[in-house]
């Protein structure tokens, strides 16, 4: 291995390998699932710490580290592995680059087992500070410039950012509940409007979700208050989802 060039990883946020880490399975000897390993940089860190890791993603050609199975596909497409193959399934700043959301999560969780975890980092769209810029711009953060339509890798841009309300109802609605919400890091300059604004957005969320009308829908609106008013989602850089496959 040491004539191999290790591989790099390529997010612009390298923090998130070292917390998603720290948010594997504890068991020793896991099965882990690294879905658009790139150049295999996580898929290398999660083999050193004893997990046996497998790979996947649309490009063969990238992945650079030997020892850890690999298997190429189009990621909005199957995944070409069994049901319940492993205990955690890991995805890093790929949610983002995909136009079928919906079949990558329905994938994510069918070769989750069950009780297994579904880790997911996608840039925090719903941040104070994004929704400023948003406000201001009329661009995402995530996407803060126009994409370019004559890339032939159109992909590599961020074309399609999901936010946190997304993300509950796909892991809901395809047999997961989410369980953990971190951040790689609370932003800057989300901490004094966060103080200032926090209650005014807590009293119009309520207000919104648990009105009478709503009696039935209570549980589920409940479920969204809590994460949606969550200190990672309002102030943190990369939304970092840590999800359960119940069913």
Same mark, same amino acid.
């Given at each position: 291995?040491s004539a191999v060039?290790?591989p790099?990883?390529?997010?612009?946020?390298?923090?998130?390998?070292?917390?998603?880490l720290?948010l594997?399975?504890?068991?020793?000897?896991? =099965?882990?699932?690294?879905v658009?390993?790139?150049e295999g940089?996580f898929?290398r860190?999660?083999?050193e710490?004893?997990?046996?890791?497998e790979?996947?993603?649309?490009?063969?050609?990238?992945f =650079?580290w030997?020892g $850890?199975?690999?298997?190429?596909a189009?990621?909005n +497409?199957?995944?070409? &592995?069994?049901?319940e193959s492993?205990?955690?399934? $890991?995805?890093?700043? $790929?949610l983002?680059h995909? +136009?079928?959301?919906?079949?990558f999560?329905q994938e994510?969780?069918r070769?989750t087992? =069950?009780?297994g !975890?579904?880790i997911l980092?996608?840039?925090?769209v719903?941040s104070?500070p994004s =929704?400023w810029?948003?406000f201001?711009?009329?661009y995402?953060d995530?996407?803060?410039?126009p994409?370019?339509?004559?890339r032939?890798?159109?992909? *590599?841009?961020?074309?399609?950012?999901?936010? /946190?309300p997304?993300? /509950?109802? &796909?892991?809901e609605?395809?047999g997961?509940?989410? $369980?953990?919400?971190? !951040?790689?890091?609370?932003?800057?300059?989300? #901490?004094?409007?966060?103080?200032l604004?926090y209650p005014l957005?807590a009293?119009a969320? #309520?207000?919104?979700?648990?009105?009478?009308?709503?009696a +039935?829908a209570k549980p /589920?609106?409940?479920?969204h &208050?809590?994460? *949606?008013l969550h200190r990672?989602n309002l102030?943190g #850089?990369?939304?970092?989802?840590v999800?359960?496959r119940v069913?």
């Open positions: 291995m060039a290790g790099r990883g390529i997010t612009f946020q390298p923090d998130i390998y070292p917390k998603v720290s594997l399975p504890a068991q020793p000897g896991a =099965r882990v699932l690294d658009g390993a790139g940089y898929a860190l999660a083999a710490r004893g997990y046996v890791v790979a996947c993603d649309f490009q063969q050609q990238l =650079r030997p $850890v199975p690999f298997h190429q189009d990621l +497409e199957a995944i070409p &592995l069994p049901d492993f205990d955690c399934v $890991v995805s890093i700043e $790929v983002e995909l +136009e079928n959301h919906t079949r999560m994510l969780l070769v087992r =069950r009780g !975890t579904i980092t996608t840039p925090n719903l104070i =929704r810029h948003f201001l711009y009329g995402t995530c996407a803060p410039l994409l370019d339509p004559t032939d890798d159109y992909y *590599m841009q961020h074309i399609n950012p999901i936010s /946190l997304e993300i /509950l109802f &796909l892991l609605r395809f997961g509940e989410l $369980v953990e919400l971190h !951040t790689n890091r609370i932003r800057k300059s989300a #901490r004094l409007p966060m103080l604004l957005l009293l969320l #309520r207000g919104k979700l648990l009105r009478r009308k709503y +039935e /589920l609106h409940l479920r &208050l809590r994460w *949606m990672a102030m #850089r990369i939304t970092i989802a999800g359960r069913r």
